[in-house]
């Protein structure tokens, strides 16, 4: 029996040192994702993704673009709630890492803090949905696509036993789907946190999606954002256009920008794209994209994104939320209240596109603000505070 029992420990020996052998690089993932957040190292995590998970590059362009430079302080206020702020306070205060303003092809204010630099490349989180849209414009424009009104099963049968089984693309990009997804941050056992981990321990993106059963409201009466809605609109474009995200992304958007320096995507480890914040690439480059939606999506004499997509996209057209919300909501981008042709992309912990078509002004923060989803000393989201402080900078330059 000794003999038994001691056999029985050796082989439990060699399987958990098998284990740990074959899971080493998820069990340091998932260490690494447990603090990835942590105060004292949220900085530096956030300008080097590529440590913690699977990515797949994407080089430099051989002809970069250069911005002109012109530079001019920023204002030295703004009006929030009706007080007077330094917006040098202001941006220590939402922890910025980054804050650059475009005007037209002309770098009119660019800083880093927090002891980053202009060649970091920084996550995007949500910022990405927005360049999912664009590369949907382009799947439509060439057919592809049918119909905004087709079905998720129309292209991705296996989700008909899933809660997509009735949700349009249009939707899906509305943030309408009515999945049944739990978006809290703060809550460990929220869905999206669920999902971290799971990317965390090897699962697939993919299988992640399909497992979700459950419909919180039929599709389209309400918007109720969930990030796993990107996931599918990047699924569904594999589907339709046969090609791998990572594909459509440089040959429809990365080789069109001239971007300055490399970037890359978050993977699953099958090397699926984690499409709905993911993204990573320099501020600059962040910029290009923006410039390339204030002016109609064209860009070097090129019509890249169809001008009626970015029209449309940019505009609200998302039923009503089913929580109160300042902000309307588009194909994938956000819509300020009383919004004057402007619109923003926008990514947890204090990442913003901001684009103002009429200014001729783009606006990108960076930053690595643990307290983002709570409201500020003046009783405002910094979100909220964030497209005031981008409208104010605006008007500011374009007088």
Request: aromatic residues 12%; without cysteine; hydrophobic residues 40%.
């Amino acid at each position: 029996m000794k003999r038994i029992i001691i056999g029985l420990l050796v082989v439990l020996l060699i399987i958990g040192i098998a284990a740990a052998v074959i899971k080493g690089p998820q069990v340091k993932r998932a260490l690494a994702v447990k603090h990835l957040f942590d105060y004292d190292r949220i900085v530096a995590n956030f300008s080097n993704m590529d440590k913690v998970f699977p990515v797949q590059r994407y080089a430099a362009s051989e002809n970069p673009h250069v911005w002109g430079k012109t530079p001019e302080d920023l204002p030295e206020f703004v009006t929030l709630g009706g007080e007077q702020v330094r917006l040098t306070d202001w941006l220590e205060e939402t922890d910025t890492t980054a804050f650059l303003v475009i005007r037209g092809n002309d770098i009119v204010f660019e800083d880093y803090y927090k002891g980053t630099h202009a060649d970091d490349r920084r996550i995007s989180w949500s910022m990405s949905k927005s360049f999912v849209s664009a590369i949907f414009g382009t799947a439509l424009e060439r057919g592809e696509i049918s119909s905004l009104d087709d079905k998720v099963t129309d292209y991705i049968p296996e989700m008909a036993d899933s809660a997509y089984s009735d949700a349009t693309l249009l939707n899906v990009l509305n943030m309408s789907s009515g999945v049944g997804f739990n978006e809290d941050y703060m809550d460990q056992d929220s869905d999206i946190n669920r999902m971290g981990r799971a990317i965390a321990w090897g699962d697939s993106m993919d299988g992640f999606s399909r497992s979700l059963k459950v419909q919180d409201r039929a599709p389209g009466t309400a918007r109720h954002y969930v990030s796993i809605d990107t996931h599918i609109l990047g699924m569904v474009l594999r589907s339709a256009t046969g090609e791998t995200f990572h594909e459509l992304f440089e040959t429809r958007l990365w080789s069109k920008l001239g971007a300055s320096h490399s970037g890359y995507y978050i993977t699953d480890e099958g090397g699926v794209a984690f499409v709905l914040g993911g993204l990573n690439m320099t501020t600059r480059d962040y910029a290009l994209f923006g410039a390339l939606f204030r002016d109609g999506g064209k860009w070097n004499g090129e019509q890249v994104v169809p001008a009626d997509w970015v029209a449309a996209s940019t505009a609200k057209s998302a039923p009503s939320p089913d929580i109160a919300d300042p902000f309307d909501y588009g194909y994938q981008w956000w819509v300020p209240e009383n919004a004057d042709g402007d619109f923003y992309a926008n990514g947890i912990y204090g990442q913003t596109i901001y684009i103002n078509p009429k200014a001729n002004i783009v606006i990108v923060k960076n930053s690595a603000d643990r307290e983002f989803t709570e409201a500020g000393p003046r009783g405002m989201s910094p979100k909220h505070e964030g497209v005031l402080v981008s409208q104010q900078i605006s008007e500011h330059y374009s007088r």
